[in-house]
């Protein structure tokens, strides 16, 4: 890339053929302040996908076409992220970071001879090169590292900034892109099942928790009644998270899992109930902006680590906070 | 069957964790374990040579890493591991996910005939998780990674994983890559005996000349430009639960600071 071309950034975008969730906008959002975003689908995008891409200013949608080929299986997508990089000489290939979207940065860096940026909560250009911005050792502190070769693949986790709409609307204009691909040799993909959304008792289906700006997470205090955390989930339209422990004791499943070896969150207010906050934990919602821990023991590490605690009984606590928050929207509407 | 585990020592996470003034991650024996998830993995090794049943196993504990890092050998051949490499060179120290990821897989080739790579999920100290697929990458093998639950039968592998909203399952002939969550088994805590007797294996150790990365810097392809440690959190705010106040004292956190 010379000095003066203006880079193209290739943003993966996933769910293309609904709607667009906030990480793909907030990865859009950052691409434009890097170059010219181009928007890649491994489905064939949806109407308001469409109408999402051209208020986020994208011009350029390639759907590649990887035929009968498992794009579910990560070393195959990237065989066609690959492909759109260097169909559109991209100097940045953007993904949202998630467990499948760094297992498909990896092959496209491996496949592109890029270098690879994980994790990042800010990217910036400084002088052509670009410098990614991480916070590691449970929010200790706070890195950059730049990319030494010419082309980069980066992934941004989602609440890392504020997805906002282009200055002008794109022309969104769909443009295939035929990719042959096969399943890797002595691969294959058995069975896949994808889990039933999260729903409060009305109905209304609960933030991922990845991208969810509040959640409430339950740990071994609730001994297993995870109705409280629930309750107070549901009055303020938060994610439900959890601990390793509570999964293990089949409270909850997997993907309610904070922490190292489960999901790392961000969200705006982590609430953490019935939870020690052992590293294990703390290393994945430390990057939450306000900690708020609910725990019987003043001298719960969570608490330390908090910005605000309730020392007492969760199975009142958080009910009785979600009946005043119900009450106070009540009272406003 | 040849099973290869990749082990990474890594600062404790209960330890004060920080970086260098040339920016690498302080490690001392002290404070540096085995990455936890990597017991895992060896744990899976055994596991996989015990399903294997008859014939000649062996496994080999592989890290890359300074006079320190042997300790997370040291462990795994505790655990039962057979013989131990680690791989250290002034070239390859600073290695990025993909320095590490060209040198263990450059290792690996030379040891030859390799039916199993194991791993960890993730390191917990930079929580990548990119080497397992780098690796599969460079080899050209098939991956099973954030494995939950691994069996082995008729010469396959067949493994469960649990992420982003999906179940899949997944088979892989072999040779492939493995990497295992935590949740994958409980690793086993090497006796005294065993202790006693991992003194007595080797740990071979390789330069960058002897895999063919003399000039090892160059696959490095990131550059860490800048470490800083944050301020300390402000102290807490602590409400006590008195006449069932508690919860309306947190709403009145949440509203007040306008967080909802
Ligand atoms: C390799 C490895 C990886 C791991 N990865 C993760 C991970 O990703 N995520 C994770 O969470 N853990 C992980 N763990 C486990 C972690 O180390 C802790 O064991 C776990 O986080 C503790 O869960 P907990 O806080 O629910 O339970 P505990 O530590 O038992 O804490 C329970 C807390 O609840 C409080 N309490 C009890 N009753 C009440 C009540 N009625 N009201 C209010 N408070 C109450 C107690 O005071 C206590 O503080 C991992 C462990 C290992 C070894
Ligand atoms: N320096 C290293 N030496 C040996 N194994 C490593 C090293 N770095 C990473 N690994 C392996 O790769 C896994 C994932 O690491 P990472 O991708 O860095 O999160 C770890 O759990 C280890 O099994």
């Known amino acids: 890339m010379t000095e003066t071309a203006v880079r193209t950034v290739l943003v993966l975008i996933e769910n293309a053929d609904a709607a667009l969730r906030s990480p793909a906008l907030e990865a ?12 890649l689908t491994l489905a064939e995008p949806s109407t308001p996908a469409l109408d999402q891409l051209a208020d986020a200013g994208v011009d350029r949608v390639l759907f590649a076409d990887l035929g009968e080929a498992p794009r579910e299986i990560p070393a195959v997508a990237a065989v066609a992220v690959a492909a759109a990089a260097a169909h559109t000489g991209a100097g940045l290939v953007l993904l949202t970071s998630s467990f499948v979207n760094k297992e498909i940065a990896a ?15 800010s990217l910036a250009d400084a002088g052509g090169r670009l410098v990614g911005g991480k916070r590691v050792f449970a929010g ?17 986790r989602p609440n890392a900034l504020t997805a906002q709409a282009a200055a002008s609307r794109g022309a969104a204009a769909v443009e295939g892109l035929p990719v042959a691909a096969s399943s890797p040799a002595g691969l294959e993909l058995l069975d896949r099942v994808v889990h039933e959304v999260s729903a409060d008792a009305s109905g209304v289906v609960r933030p991922a928790l990845a991208e969810a700006a509040v959640v409430v997470a339950g740990g071994r205090g609730t001994a297993g009644d995870f109705g409280p955390v629930e309750d107070l989930a549901d009055a303020l339209g938060a994610a439900i998270g959890s601990t390793r422990d509570a999964v293990d ?31 294990h934990h703390h290393g994945g919602m430390q990057a939450a902006r306000t900690i708020i821990a609910v725990n019987t023991d003043s001298e719960a590490p969570l608490v330390e680590l908090s910005d605000f605690a309730v020392i007492g009984d969760l199975h009142e606590i958080l009910p009785a906070a979600a009946a005043a928050i119900r009450s106070r929207r009540a009272a406003q509407s | 069957m040849r099973i290869v585990v990749c082990v990474k020592h890594v600062p404790d996470l209960q330890s004060t964790r920080g970086f260098t003034a040339e920016h690498r991650v302080v490690r001392s024996a002290d404070d540096g374990t085995m990455n936890e998830v990597d017991e895992n993995a060896v744990e899976a090794a055994l596991a996989l040579v015990a399903a294997a049943g008859d014939g000649e196993h062996e496994i080999i504990a592989l890290t890359l890493g300074p006079d320190v890092a042997a300790d997370a050998v040291r462990r795994a051949l505790q655990m039962g591991a057979d013989r131990g490499i680690r791989i250290t060179d002034d070239a390859l120290a600073g290695a990025d996910y993909f320095g590490t990821a060209t040198a263990l897989a450059a290792a690996i080739r030379r040891i030859g005939d390799v039916d199993v790579v194991l791993t960890g999920m993730a390191a917990l100290d930079g929580l990548g998780a990119v080497v397992p697929s780098l690796l599969a990458a460079a080899l050209d093998l098939p991956q099973l990674t954030v494995v939950q639950e691994l069996t082995y039968s008729d010469g396959a592998l067949i493994a469960r994983r649990e992420l982003d909203g999906v179940t899949e399952t997944l088979r892989a002939t072999l040779p492939a890559v493995v990497a295992v969550t935590d949740l994958a088994n409980t690793p086993r805590l090497p006796k005294f005996k065993e202790i006693m007797a991992a003194r007595a294996k080797e740990i071979e150790v390789l330069g960058a000349a002897d895999l063919g990365l003399a000039d090892g810097a160059s696959t490095n392809r990131t550059e860490v430009l800048r470490t800083d440690p944050r301020p300390p959190r402000p102290e807490p705010e602590i409400v006590t639960d008195s006449d069932s106040s508690g919860g309306r004292a947190l709403a009145d956190y949440l509203i007040s600071n306008d967080l909802i």
Do not use: F, K, N
Request: proline share 4%; aromatic share 6%; net charge negative.
């Open chain 1, 249 to 279: 004791e089949g409270w909850i499943g997997h993907d309610a899992q904070v922490g190292q070896t489960g999901v790392t969150i961000a969200p705006r207010v982590y609430i953490g109930a019935g939870i020690s906050g052992a590293p």
């Open chain 1, 28 to 39: 859009l959002t950052l691409a434009r302040t890097l170059g010219m975003p181009v928007a």
């Open chain 1, 107 to 121: 092959h496209t860096a491996w496949r592109t001879g890029a270098g690879l940026l994980i994790d990042v909560t």
């Open chain 1, 140 to 156: 200790t502190w706070d890195t950059e590292c730049a990319v030494t070769t010419q082309a980069a693949v980066a992934t941004l």
